[in-house]
């Protein structure tokens, strides 16, 4: 089956590898290299201007982040204003030209069908706050539309500062066309400033095609991502923000939402929890608050949450130190009622009137981490003391209660300003990162100041009984509380006081981070941090671009820390902010393991076009890493994993996914993995939804339009004709925003079961098509493709269509169902009726079998043979974990024990029921199974 390729970056290797198997007509674009202008014209000749003004330059008089030079020739074309000396007001206008092209020299081959059109073209577009659009539109030959045009954005693929990015813009070329518009605008990211648009173009040609190159995957997962937030995001500051509550098998997540993601102003601020039901996999979300900080929604005000000893669960969240644009001291609480099940009224603590008059720092609260130590029950009632800490003041402050939360008591400030002071000031006195065994002791690791303002270095030290020591277990503050009535420096640490983790030297590493932190039940301790791999420089700007991972260890035996350089982190996630970068997680329930987000890939330092998630595995306590891709070829960013405690059997790996120009300004989904050692995977049975399985809710027939062009403006769905599997979709809001009626697709007569559910959905090509989905009228979320997958073809039971030219099917997760024998299940689908941008093509149902694994099976094909032994023997001691494991075998290597697992179950076959069996998995090949190239079934967690 032919797959025809749709957006990529192409890089000079590529572009080798993917010329065109047919036959290829070149068009006549008028001065595509901007060749035939001097510097500066406008608009460039053979071009018209539509909107605003466009410049031809050979690259001087512009901004850093532009290139200084073209990408082949003298000239460019550019956006940046500065270029024309003009002095026209700041408003966030569009910059754009456009070119018509006669092609009806080719009508009768465009007429004939099956022509494709290849634009292929240089663009340079680093600033955060600026995009470029390029778009192909096809006209019959009075300059009508024809189907629907084909768009590129730049925000999907930015740039790096001051360099050209080569991509190829593919489009099916409907019949009677005779002329092809190509356009080139320049605009602004909402919320974005600056006079000037930072985007430039070069070298555009066009063709046309008999046939494409193979459509390369995208939006690549490696398990079934699960959705928790359509809109959401967090900072990583404050803890936990999941957890799992294992009695009442709940996972909560808390996030924040934001203007540029669904729901805009509305849903701008929304402190948010996910209540995720572990059985069944379906969601609702509670919104406590609307917290707006330095002018939107902001991921520092995301909550933090504690379950405490009466099962109860505490959330606690601040406003960013100001909320609305004014100092806020306030630190807000809610509790979730387990027995219940409902949250209680929101208090609200001010920080202010209980801080000592003579307490140093000035400035609002945020951040919120919160623990209970069950050894600390100075009233006897059961229940241990909670605490609270917070940075208000610019500094850790901690507030406690020792009646399980009914009351609240200032603590005082835990530590103080370090004695080297930045030259410039600072804006906080050191960043925190907490962990705690709830019963006695809460860990932190450390540095001075904001790396933007000092050379940080990580330090670390704990609390226990009421006191802090360092990592050696020598004292460093006898009393943590003595600081609440009156401010004396003389009582309070600071991190000179600290046990060193890692001192940035100045010469090769310096402004260190922290991420995440983590002690075992061993003694170990554990910590993520970073660090720029460039000596220390008094201007923050300088040599951001390149940023490490590290990973710190405190041996228990040795009492010493060691830190090993483990990974790239790339250059900072965004403009304003020279240290952010996409950070990582440690495994709360294996020591071995971490996950990383980062724009390179740590097994070999590939650059990739946005940040993904690795999964890294030591055997040898963190001084080298086999590292395996989670996601891959990703259209957004993936960022900022974190793992909740859960058990030996279970990890939670979560993340949000998007992007994000500020902290103030992204557009993201909350999404991850859920990872289970017992469980696996039958094949997908893909449902195509037709008129005779999809009703309305109630039952009745469905009213629907039908053609094979895009449906009108009528609230009716519309079946699309020619296109997707079955031959149609089911669309609305193609041309225009509508509110169609909820529909369900349903499939009866199944084998008593688990069912995982999926709805499949398609997206165009740099657009944002979307779905609304679940597996209950009353619980339908909004997917698009930061809160999906594109599908994966071999994990279906038959042929399942991917691609389509310039669209893909996207697979949206939305829960678990347990079946009687002769049952059936039922997706319900409907649009996003608030927004008229995203199209919706919905065309179709899936359902796996859940069932056990097969221990033994290495080679995941469904039968304990001598295929496994020959799979175990070619590997036997390498720092991997074979599918299907033994979860009780020591993870990451494989060895004798993986043996006997083999034998205990030689001759085994997996079950296969007629309307799920177990997934069939072709025989790998030797390079499958080396370390770094392990496919999904490693997510499955059987090292547990």
């Known amino acids: 089956?032919?797959?025809?390729?749709?957006?990529?970056?192409?890089?000079?290797?590529?572009?080798?590898?993917?010329?065109?198997?047919?036959?290829?007509?070149?068009?006549?674009?008028?001065?595509?290299?901007?060749?035939?202008?001097?510097?500066?014209?406008?608009?460039?000749?053979?071009?018209?201007?539509?909107?605003?003004?466009?410049?031809?330059?050979?690259?001087?008089?512009?901004?850093?982040?532009?290139?200084?030079?073209?990408?082949?020739?003298?000239?460019?074309?550019?956006?940046?204003?500065?270029?024309?000396?003009?002095?026209?007001?700041?408003?966030?206008?569009?910059?754009?030209?456009?070119?018509?092209?006669?092609?009806?020299?080719?009508?009768?081959?465009?007429?004939?069908?099956?022509?494709?059109?290849?634009?292929?073209?240089?663009?340079?577009?680093?600033?955060?706050?600026?995009?470029?659009?390029?778009?192909?539109?096809?006209?019959?030959?009075?300059?009508?539309?024809?189907?629907?045009?084909?768009?590129?954005?730049?925000?999907?693929?930015?740039?790096?500062?001051?360099?050209?990015?080569?991509?190829?813009?593919?489009?099916?070329?409907?019949?009677?066309?005779?002329?092809?518009?190509?356009?080139?605008?320049?605009?602004?990211?909402?919320?974005?400033?600056?006079?000037?648009?930072?985007?430039?173009?070069?070298?555009?040609?066009?063709?046309?095609?008999?046939?494409l190159p193979p459509l390369p995957s995208r939006d690549v997962v490696h398990g079934d991502l699960v959705q928790f937030n359509s809109n959401g995001a967090w900072s990583w500051y404050q803890d936990e923000r999941a957890i799992v509550d294992q009695s009442r098998g709940e996972l909560l997540v808390g996030s924040i939402a934001n203007r540029g993601g669904l729901g805009g102003e509305v849903a701008d601020g929304q402190v948010q929890t996910s209540h995720f039901d572990l059985a069944t996999r379906t969601r609702s979300i509670v919104t406590h608050n609307d917290l707006e900080s330095y002018g939107a929604g902001d991921d520092h005000n995301v909550p933090a949450y504690l379950q405490k000893q009466d099962g109860d669960i505490l959330a606690f969240y601040a406003p960013h130190n100001n909320r609305n644009g004014v100092e806020d001291d306030r630190s807000y609480y809610r509790t979730f009622n387990a027995g219940s099940e409902t949250w209680g009224p929101e208090s609200e603590y001010h920080w202010w009137p209980e801080?000592?008059?003579?307490?140093?720092?000035?400035?609002?609260?945020?951040?919120?981490?919160?623990?209970?130590?069950?050894?600390?029950?100075?009233?006897?009632?059961?229940?241990?003391?909670?605490?609270?800490?917070?940075?208000?003041?610019?500094?850790?402050?901690?507030?406690?209660?020792?009646?399980?939360?009914?009351?609240?008591?200032?603590?005082?400030?835990?530590?103080?300003?370090?004695?080297?002071?930045?030259?410039?000031?600072?804006?906080?006195?050191?960043?925190?990162?907490?962990?705690?065994?709830?019963?006695?002791?809460?860990?932190?690791?450390?540095?001075?100041?904001?790396?933007?303002?000092?050379?940080?270095?990580?330090?670390?030290?704990?609390i226990q009984g009421g006191k802090m020591y360092d990592s050696l277990g020598n004292e460093i503050d006898a009393d943590i509380f003595d600081a609440a009535g009156s401010f004396d420096a003389s009582l309070v640490p600071s991190t000179d006081d600290f046990t060193p983790v890692f001192s940035a030297n100045g010469v090769n590493q310096s402004r260190a981070w922290n991420t995440d932190v983590m002690r075992y039940p061993d003694g170990t301790i554990a910590t993520l941090f970073k660090t720029r791999e460039a000596p220390y420089d008094n201007n923050a700007n300088v040599d951001t671009d390149d940023h490490r991972v590290w990973y710190g260890r405190f041996d228990p035996t040795t009492q010493q820390w060691t830190t090993t350089e483990i990974a790239k982190a790339g250059a900072r996630l965004f403009g304003s902010e020279q240290d952010y970068t996409g950070l990582g997680a440690l495994d709360p329930s294996d020591p071995t393991t971490i996950f990383i987000s980062s724009p390179i890939n740590p097994s070999d330092d590939t650059e990739t076009d946005h940040h993904e998630i690795y999964k890294g595995v030591t055997g040898d306590n963190g001084l080298t890493w086999n590292w395996s891709a989670v996601t891959e070829n990703s259209s957004v960013d993936n960022l900022r994993p974190i793992i909740p405690q859960w058990d030996e059997e279970n990890t939670a790996l979560l993340w949000w996914r998007g992007s994000m120009s500020s902290s103030q300004n992204y557009d993201a989904a909350v999404v991850g993995l859920l990872l289970n050692g017992n469980e696996a995977l039958g094949d997908i049975h893909y449902v195509d939804a037709t008129a005779g399985n999809t009703t309305l809710t109630s039952g009745r027939t469905l009213t629907m339009t039908s053609g094979s062009g895009a449906g009108a403006i009528d609230d009716l769905w519309h079946v699309r004709t020619g296109v997707g599997n079955g031959g149609d979709v089911f669309t609305a809001d193609e041309v225009g925003g509508e509110e169609v009626p909820t529909i369900q697709t349903s499939v009866e007569g199944l084998d008593a079961g688990v069912y995982d559910v999926f709805a499949y959905f398609w997206v165009g090509d740099s657009e944002d098509w979307r779905v609304v989905a679940g597996l209950s009228q009353d619980d339908l979320s909004v997917y698009r493709m930061r809160g999906s997958q594109q599908v994966e073809e071999s994990r279906f039971e038959g042929e399942v269509l991917a691609s389509e030219v310039d669209r893909r099917m996207y697979q949206a997760y939305l829960g678990r169902a347990s079946v009687a024998d002769g049952g059936s299940i039922a997706a319900f689908i409907d649009d996003y009726s608030t927004s008229g941008s995203g199209r919706v093509w919905y065309d179709g149902l899936g359902y796996a079998l859940v069932t056990e694994p097969l221990l033994g099976d290495f080679n995941n094909d469904g039968v304990v043979d001598a295929a496994d032994y020959s799979v175990w023997r070619d590997n036997l001691g390498a720092s991997i974990t074979l599918p299907n494991e033994d979860p009780s075998v020591t993870p990451g290597t494989v060895s004798e024990q993986d043996y006997e697992t083999w034998r205990k179950n030689y001759g085994a076959v997996a079950a296969a029921p007629s309307t799920g069996g177990a997934r069939e998995v072709p025989e790998p090949a030797a390079a499958w199974l080396l370390p770094g190239l392990a496919g999904r079934w490693w997510l499955s967690r059987p090292e547990k």
């Not at 706050?129 to 693929?157: H, M, P, Q, W």
């Not at 229940?383 to 009351?407: E, K, V």
């Not at 990162?433 to 933007?452: C, L, M, Q």
């Open 1 to 211: 089956m032919m797959r025809p390729l749709g957006n990529l970056v192409l890089t000079t290797l590529i572009c080798v590898c993917l010329v065109p198997r047919g036959a290829a007509q070149t068009l006549s674009m008028i001065n595509g290299g901007f060749e035939l202008d001097s510097p500066i014209a406008s608009p460039p000749a053979g071009w018209t201007t539509s909107e605003g003004k466009a410049y031809v330059t050979g690259g001087s008089g512009l901004s850093p982040v532009d290139p200084t030079s073209a990408f082949s020739g003298d000239n460019f074309v550019t956006m940046n204003r500065l270029a024309g000396g003009d002095t026209f007001p700041d408003q966030a206008q569009a910059m754009s030209i456009s070119q018509i092209v006669d092609v009806s020299a080719f009508a009768a081959l465009i007429d004939a069908g099956d022509k494709y059109l290849d634009l292929s073209f240089a663009y340079n577009a680093a600033d955060p706050s600026d995009y470029g659009v390029v778009s192909i539109g096809f006209l019959d030959e009075i300059g009508g539309a024809l189907g629907f045009g084909v768009t590129f954005n730049t925000s999907s693929k930015p740039t790096a500062s001051a360099s050209w990015a080569n991509h190829s813009l593919y489009g099916q070329v409907p019949s009677t066309t005779r002329l092809i518009q190509f356009t080139l605008a320049g605009e602004r990211t909402t919320g974005g400033v600056g006079s000037a648009r930072n985007v430039n173009f070069d070298s555009l040609t066009a063709q046309l095609l008999d046939e």
């Open 355 to 462: 801080i000592p008059s003579n307490a140093p720092g000035s400035g609002g609260t945020t951040y919120s981490n919160v623990f209970q130590l069950s050894a600390e029950d100075t009233d006897g009632d059961g229940n241990g003391r909670l605490y609270n800490i917070a940075r208000t003041q610019q500094s850790p402050h901690i507030m406690y209660s020792d009646n399980n939360g009914s009351t609240w008591q200032y603590g005082g400030q835990l530590t103080e300003q370090p004695e080297a002071k930045p030259a410039g000031g600072n804006y906080v006195n050191g960043y925190y990162k907490y962990w705690s065994n709830g019963v006695d002791r809460i860990d932190f690791i450390a540095t001075e100041y904001h790396p933007r303002d000092f050379n940080t270095s990580i330090y670390h030290a704990y």
